[in-house]
């Protein structure tokens, strides 16, 4: 019975359109970086994927799981485990860019071991952020707008070699902007994390519920604080250079069950 279900749900998935059947809901894209939305049954609970508890929402009276899918996660099949058995996705290939860059400045390349001491206590404390499940406010998805204005630069997901040397893919999205100009909230939530990161400069780290938390990097000011409540559209902070940049930009994080996604997932 509910294998069929799963069956129903799965040939669903593969004729869905990317955004005109769901208001809210971000786009489904089935590729490391990207986001499944999984129409589900409402006796399916306890979701999981890759050991994090997954977010549920409601749409016109049919529940889904939103499900971020990690950039490092294998193409091919994998399963979302729930309370009524597991949930295959099929993650396809994308062609995401590949970036090399000469940095003058080798102290970010290689930085010393204070430096790396003092990026593994910041990559924690945003670690717990990212994992960390807590209420939603809202009943519906939250609808997302733009941070600030201009040119998306197309670089989520994109390959980076700093020097030659492969690091890890870009985790958000680049918005090239001068400095000063305004930062918004994209949607409603609460400020969570605030930090002058080694790698990130001036950081905001925005939670709007079930683990969905928004980043903003490298601000050369930042207005709110530590546990404020923000609404969509108000002004939290300034696009800035601070931390390992080349040039001013906003660069703007999503993620979803600890994993990092495309923000142009969740704009219309
Ligand atoms: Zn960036």
Known sequence: MHKKNLKTICTLLAILPSTALFAALP???????????????????????????????????????????????????????????????????????????????????????????????????????????TQNTWHTFPNFIAPTQGKFSNSFGRKRFFNNEERAPHSGLDIPAPVGQKVIAPADGTVVGIGNYFFNGNTILIDHGQGLISMFCHLSKIEVHQGQIVHQGEEIGKVGKTGRVTGPHLHWGMSLNDARVDPQLFLK
């Open 27 to 133: 786009q489904n894209s089935l590729r490391p970086g990207g986001i499944a939305i999984l129409p589900i049954q409402n006796n399916v609970q306890d979701i999981y994927y890759q050991k994090h508890r997954v977010l549920t929402t409601e749409e016109n009276g049919q529940k889904y799981a939103v499900v971020g899918i990690p950039l490092s996660t294998p193409l091919g099949t994998s399963d979302v485990e729930t309370n009524q058995g597991n949930i295959p996705i099929q993650i396809q290939s994308y062609p995401y860019a590949e970036q090399h860059i000469q940095l003058k400045n080798t102290s970010f390349v290689e930085p010393s071991s204070e430096q790396l001491a003092r990026y593994k206590k910041e990559a924690e404390a945003q670690n717990n952020i990212y994992t960390s499940f």
